[in-house]
């Protein structure tokens, strides 16, 4: 198990979109635009920048081909969030996020090398759009 607590924000800021809210179905409930494809570097940050509304993530789930290897569980803000790496055919670009008792969150996963001029375009669509 890897052991990963979020750092003080004293670099960058959290690249998160979430949807507002709204009692209408949606296919995505955030855009994520991570800085790299190395998971336990990028999750914490992400898993601290969530509502707390949506409780303790204890499982995430990504596509195995696009993030670097990673430990099957990790340790983040002393709690224990198991990770998945599949083969995600049906939606490549995304993280599935998982909370007992609170919900499932899907987010897009925006390339980490798209430049933010493409980036921030797509992050707004994504999020407007109720496919």
């Known amino acids: 198990m890897t052991t990963t607590?979020?750092?003080p924000p004293t670099g960058p800021h959290l690249r998160l979109r979430l949807a507002p809210d709204s009692p209408l179905p949606r296919r995505l409930d955030g855009v994520w635009w991570?800085?790299?494809y190395d998971l336990p570097a990028e999750l914490p940050q992400l898993l601290a920048g969530l509502p707390r509304a949506w409780g303790h993530i204890a499982g995430v789930t990504v596509n195995g081909a696009a993030w670097s290897a990673a430990p099957d569980r990790m340790l983040v803000c002393d709690k224990v969030v198991r990770l998945r790496q599949v083969a995600a055919?049906?939606?490549?670009g995304t993280i599935i996020l998982l909370s007992?008792?609170?919900g499932?969150?899907?987010?897009?996963v925006v390339p980490p090398d798209t430049a933010e001029e493409d980036a921030e375009p797509l992050m707004t669509t994504a999020l407007s759009a109720r496919a």
């Open 34 to 36: 991570p800085r790299s």
């Open 89 to 92: 055919r049906r939606a490549p």
């Open 104 to 108: 499932r969150w899907d987010l897009l």
């Open 100 to 102: 007992p008792g609170h």
């Open 5 to 7: 607590a979020p750092s």
